[in-house]
């Protein structure tokens, strides 16, 4: 069975502070992997990894991909309350583009 | 501007009376999904379409059924609504290999 697994479930830091979150994923045919934030209600992308090693960057949030290891991390640097939602990862299938398996998501709160 | 729009955006029904929850998306995107989101479970897929007239079962398809006559349209279709299908809907849309785009989902309520 399909699996992605997150890590933490919940994490409370001090603006300021540096996070790592984890995703590990078990699936057969891998394509793709999606970090995505959720705040309110509609998910919104953040990157898509597709090749082992390559850093994606966007600001603050940068994130890797370890096909070997079947994991990704998804990191935030200097974190700001803005940053406050649930992060959710998903792996896509190959055959089946259309197919995302998410994980439960980690909640990140930043407070003051 | 490119979006996905779903609707209604909140709904409470009764046991047994059918209903149908709209996605609409303008961006000519192939493919489009159906999930639901509950605490503690997360995304599950519940149907898939990769193009019109096709459509295909996700992780979690009993219950609900949905049709692809046009490209731009998805709607989720529950025949007979349960109280364990009270839930957060969102549809989804992507093209190829890129990110799927939400609609800012459905939260629906069964009593």
């Known amino acids: 069975e399909d699996k992605v697994v997150q890590s933490p479930l919940s994490l409370v830091v001090h603006e300021g502070d540096t996070v790592t979150l984890n995703c590990s994923y078990e699936v057969t045919n891998f394509r793709s992997l999606l970090w995505y934030k959720q705040e309110k209600k509609a998910p919104t992308f953040l990157f898509m990894l597709t090749s082992s090693g390559i850093e994606k960057k966007s600001g603050r949030l940068s994130s890797i991909l370890d096909k070997k290891e079947l994991f990704s991390i998804l990191n935030i640097t200097a974190t700001q309350t803005g940053d406050s939602a649930v992060y959710l990862c998903a792996v896509e299938h190959t055959g089946t583009a259309s197919k995302l398996t998410f994980g439960t998501g980690t909640r990140l709160q930043v407070t003051l | 501007e490119a979006q996905v729009t779903q609707n209604p955006r909140y709904l409470i029904t009764v046991t047994g009376k059918k209903l149908t929850v709209t996605c609409s998306q303008n961006?000519?995107?192939?493919?489009m999904s159906w999930y639901r989101q509950d605490p503690g479970l997360g995304l599950r897929q519940i149907y898939y379409s990769m193009n019109v007239e096709v459509t295909d079962k996700g992780d979690v398809p009993e219950g609900y059924k949905v049709s692809r006559k046009e490209k731009r349209n998805f709607p989720l279709i529950l025949e007979s609504p349960s109280p364990n299908q009270t839930s957060l809907y969102f549809c989804?849309?992507?093209?190829?290999?890129?990110?799927?785009?939400f609609g800012q989902g459905t939260r629906l309520t069964v009593v």
């Open positions: 961006m000519n995107h192939e493919y």
């Open positions: 989804a849309s992507r093209q190829g290999l890129t990110e799927a785009f």
